[in-house]
């Protein structure tokens, strides 16, 4: 039996993957403690970070149930989520990136309640406050709520943060894992595998504190990031309605940030 079995089964297991992220790292970790649901195993994966990271995680890690590992090189996001997922054992995945926090203490016991009783969804999120990197609240807003909505709308638009999810493992170990050729938006691709089969649904809930600092997504980006979202959009088209509209909404974001990048290039 390997060291992956032999632990006690916890119902979630926190993902959480880091990369240079030292001086936000104890507030991702204590906003976990704060928990009032406490069956969960915290597995965190860092990617090769060159900071204080490991200072940072070193006195939590007198808790039993928080994993570390770390990557010998820096790998990039998928592979880390990847064997985060890997190192899982609960029945449900929660995901928390180490620059957010979760704000409401009963975040995964909603979840984990909503998942247990409802066995036709294979993901639930939350709404979300963008907070800046002193963590002062820039707006707030909630995602598409019920399974119509969001299938109406996710060809369009990216229905989920990423941090504010939990997902059945079993059913995303029997679906493939992250994309390993989608840096940026394989969480994306994965909502839209799951929906292709499953419900999804959103808690309308502020339950999500997502940072935006100046190691957030460059302009250069964001533009291959847009061209992997059309591809995305077409591949999965015949599983979800509103491709023409989701399509000229990316296509037209897409032309409005390379002309963006060509002043830039230019000025």
């Not at 504010?164 to 989608?182: T, W």
């Amino acid at each position: 039996m390997d060291q992956v079995t032999e632990r006690l089964k916890p119902k979630v297991s926190i993902n959480m993957a880091t990369y240079n992220r030292g001086q936000y790292l104890s507030l991702a970790i204590d906003s976990v403690l704060a928990q009032d649901f406490t069956d969960w195993e915290l597995i965190i994966v860092d990617d090769g970070s060159t900071d204080n990271t490991h200072e940072v995680l070193f006195p939590y890690l007198k808790d039993e149930r928080i994993k570390y590992f770390k990557n010998e090189k820096n790998s990039g996001i998928c592979v880390t989520r990847n064997k985060a997922l890997e190192n899982s054992i609960g029945e449900y995945i929660a995901v928390l990136d180490s620059d957010d926090v979760w704000l409401a203490k009963d975040k995964l016991s909603q979840q984990v309640d909503f998942l247990d009783f409802n066995y036709e969804y294979a993901l639930i999120g939350t709404g979300v406050v963008v907070i800046d990197k002193e963590g002062k609240e820039i707006k707030c807003y909630l995602n598409p709520e019920g399974a119509l909505a969001i299938r109406n709308s996710l060809l369009a638009k990216n229905s989920f943060s990423h941090s504010s999810v939990m997902y059945r493992r079993e059913v995303v170990a029997s679906m493939g894992s992250y994309p390993l050729n989608l840096n940026g938006i394989e969480d994306y691709d994965l909502w839209l595998r799951l929906g292709s089969k499953y419900k999804l649904h959103n808690l309308p809930r502020y339950d999500l504190g997502y940072r935006k600092h100046p190691g957030n997504i460059s302009l250069t980006d964001r533009t291959r990031l847009m061209e992997a979202n059309l591809t995305l959009i077409k591949k999965y088209r015949q599983y979800y309605p509103n491709f023409y509209w989701a399509w000229l909404r990316r296509a037209s974001r897409l032309f409005v940030v390379k002309v963006l990048t060509l002043f830039r290039i230019h000025v």
